[in-house]
């Protein structure tokens, strides 16, 4: 098992920043990668980004690449999201996920294909 805890959620004007963090415990040395979905009211759940948790290669969703920068910290378990340039259109709860086995690149923005995931952390921008 596998449990994820997201934090640094919050209210912020348009244009400004947030960096949300999750941290895993449990079987984490199985984890293949970490992924960022996100989920607006009364939308579907979307990619945002995702990370390999040994190599470090990143994937992005078009609507964020350029403003968001996934990371990792091997040594605490934890996976960041740098929220730079934000926008009312990024209002969502925020979901870590962990994939604990080989994914290929084209399966990372697929929700189903991630094996836990945290319970999310509201980010709100205000115009």
């Known amino acids: 098992q596998v449990q994820l805890v997201e934090s640094g959620g919050g209210l912020v004007q348009a244009g400004n920043s947030l960096r949300l963090s999750c941290a895993a415990s449990?079987?984490?040395?199985?984890?293949?990668?970490m992924g960022w979905f996100r989920q607006a009211p009364g939308k579907d759940r979307e990619f945002v980004t995702a990370?390999?948790?040994?190599?470090?290669?990143?994937y992005y969703a078009d609507s964020v690449r350029g403003r968001f920068t996934i990371s990792r910290d091997n040594a605490k378990n934890t996976v960041y999201l740098q929220m730079n340039t934000l926008n009312p259109e990024d209002t969502a709860v925020y979901y870590c996920?962990?994939?604990?086995?080989?994914?290929?690149?084209?399966?990372?923005?697929?929700?189903?294909?991630?094996?836990?995931w945290g319970q999310g952390t509201q980010v709100t921008v205000s115009s």
């Open positions: 449990g079987r984490t040395f199985r984890t293949y990668a």
């Open positions: 996920a962990s994939r604990l086995t080989f994914l290929n690149n084209n399966y990372y923005s697929q929700s189903s294909k991630y094996d836990y």
């Open positions: 990370i390999t948790w040994s190599s470090g290669s990143t």
